[in-house]
């Protein structure tokens, strides 16, 4: 069925924002005031894998049901008084010493970036995966001091740049999912005696891989770096990079609340247990996929372990295999962290650099990515989703804004408590797929992406996989000007003809497969709430809400796209040249 279609620079400190409009945010009460009649479920005996225990504890399940009525974000607070220390980010981060896993993906490089720019950090150990250190030296240059995101660092220290990064960066040779790390005796002893703050931001992100592996990487290397960093001597703060889908399949509010060992946001009656999904036990899971492992083939393990993940995402309530393990590796930590305070931070789709270091940077094909770029080469004539459905996109300099500003919130009340921030834009500042396509359909059809290219067409929507399979088919087709009649050519033409449907073909498959992917987002209706977000920039002084941009609400969405994160993947992904495929 169709559905009706209704200039890059440094210092951000320069920027000048006009006042945001005021937004009345529900604060719901929490799942233990909404559930305090319901009983606890015995959890089972643990379990031991790769020498570490896992725990299927009691715990208190969170109902799906928002509640009905809520509270109001206090407002009393003056947006013209100015606090003059607000959080204290840059006296937190003062001679601190940070040690950070995935420093070379795109977020742990932003916060590396941001850490090191704005704050008078002490060390920064990155937990660097290389055969020796020789080989980690090497990555630290080329993936980290020599990327073009360093560039405003670079100016500002001028000669002296490489001595002060050399300085403050310090790669330790390991790995998150072999034991202690995978790091040698010395540099875990250096790391324990020193560190004030982890950051866990390495993790698998590929939607449906191999169940063992995404359960290694997600659940079972976090687990190691929390009980690594119960051993050090004056940790203040652990902060854990999650992702806001774990909250699975739900409609609605989704409340930045923890999640609970077993916890799958079951259905409850008022009198009785009824489950819409089976309880989840991590352990069970752990040892399900450690059997389907030993299958006689190599290609028959991946084949049977990336469908076993994705069966059992679906079983217990989450979109893809990816979702389902970060949820369980909130799961594990919670479970075991003790006294250790942590934070975690779950973002929803992050995409390139609002304006810091400077607008569009972006590291990788992003998510929303191969669809814009697909659509700008007229590959994608529709959209297998609801065009009135709210996305969720993020920039990456706000994700890391947000985890510093909570790292040096929480850090600094030496509380051993547990909390959740949702980095989102869903809730205050809603785009939908309409205006997304649309912002995409003004940009193409002023700048081709393609060299031959006159004009794109505005993109179709369907919520029916067959329809929008056969339109995709018919319209791919018709683009390339049809085949023609096979019985009235040379050789060399039916060559070309043949080529031309296999190319065809692949462009048809792999629209079908794309949105097939994405198929969760485009119909996705629901929103993340951020009220401990807003309440975190209520307590910035302006001047932390200026250095330390949080407020999406601060973003237009048609100046993102057109002005700053297509020119980005442009720059960034395409090499700045246009193509002409």
Not at 493 to 519: F, V
Not at 535 to 554: H, P, T
């Amino acid at each position: 069925m169709l559905l009706t279609q209704s200039s890059l620079f440094c210092p951000p400190i320069k920027f000048s924002f006009g006042k945001c409009p005021k937004t009345r945010i529900p604060l719901f009460a929490n799942h233990h005031e909404r559930n305090n009649n319901i009983g606890f479920i015995s959890g089972k005996s643990c379990v031991l894998y790769n020498g570490y225990s896992y725990f299927t504890s009691p715990c208190h399940p969170l109902e799906l049901e928002l509640p009905k009525h809520g509270l109001m974000v206090d407002e009393s607070i003056d947006d013209d008084d100015d606090d003059s220390t607000g959080i204290g980010i840059v006296k937190f981060f003062e001679g601190k010493n940070i040690f950070i896993t995935g420093a070379t993906g795109l977020l742990g490089k932003d916060l590396v970036e941001k850490i090191l720019r704005s704050t008078p950090v002490g060390k920064i150990y990155l937990l660097i995966k290389a055969k020796d250190k020789e080989a980690a030296f090497d990555r630290l240059t080329k993936e980290i001091i020599n990327s073009d995101l360093f560039q405003c660092l670079k100016e500002e220290h001028g000669k002296s740049y490489e001595g002060f990064v050399r300085e403050k960066l310090i790669p330790i040779v390991g790995n998150i999912c072999e034991p202690n790390l995978g790091m040698d005796s010395d540099s875990a002893n250096a790391v324990r005696k020193d560190v004030d703050v982890i950051i866990q931001s390495a993790a698998s992100t590929t939607l449906n891989d191999r169940y063992d592996m995404l359960l290694d990487a997600n659940v079972n290397a976090p687990q190691r770096l929390m009980r690594f960093a119960k051993t050090c001597k004056n940790l203040k703060l652990f902060a854990h990079i999650s992702t806001a889908y774990v909250n699975g399949r739900r409609e609605g509010i989704m409340l930045e609340e923890p999640l609970i060992m077993g916890e799958n946001r079951r259905k409850y009656d008022d009198d009785d247990i009824s489950s819409s999904f089976p309880r989840l036990d991590v352990a069970d899971e752990i040892n399900m996929a450690l059997k389907s492992s030993t299958a006689s083939t190599d290609y028959d393990v991946t084949k049977n372990l990336k469908r076993l993940g994705q069966e059992r995402a679906a079983n217990f309530g989450w979109y893809n295999t990816y979702h389902l393990t970060k949820a369980m590796g909130e799961m594990v930590l919670n479970e075991i962290r003790g006294d250790v305070p942590l934070v975690i931070i779950r973002p929803t789709v992050i995409e390139s650099s609002y304006k810091e270091p400077f607008p569009g940077w972006i590291q990788g094909n992003r998510m929303f990515d191969p669809v814009i770029i697909s659509y700008g080469k007229g590959q994608l004539p529709a959209f297998f989703g609801n065009s009135d459905v709210t996305m969720d996109i993020i920039p990456v300099d706000m994700v890391a804004n947000t985890t510093i500003a909570a790292i040096a919130k929480d850090g600094t009340t030496h509380r051993p408590q547990s909390n959740v921030y949702h980095v989102a834009s869903s809730d205050i500042n809603p785009l939908r797929y309409l205006d997304f396509f649309e912002y995409l359909y003004e940009y193409f059809n002023s700048t081709p992406l393609i060299e031959s290219q006159k004009s794109i067409a505005r993109i179709k929507y369907f919520d029916n996989f067959k329809d929008f399979s056969q339109y995709t088919r018919e319209e791919i087709i018709s683009r390339t000007n049809g085949f023609g009649d096979t019985n009235t050519i040379t050789k060399n033409e039916e060559t070309n003809i043949r080529k031309t449907q296999n190319q065809c073909k692949a462009k048809i498959a792999y629209a079908e497969q794309l949105c097939k992917m994405y198929e969760f987002i485009g119909f996705f209706n629901a929103r993340f709430h951020t009220g401990n977000t807003q309440k975190l920039m209520k307590e910035m002084s302006k001047k932390e809400q200026l250095d330390f941009e949080i407020n999406a609400m601060n973003i237009d969405w048609r100046k993102y796209f057109q002005d700053i994160h297509i020119p980005g993947l442009k720059k960034h992904i395409l090499n700045g040249t246009r193509t002409s495929i």
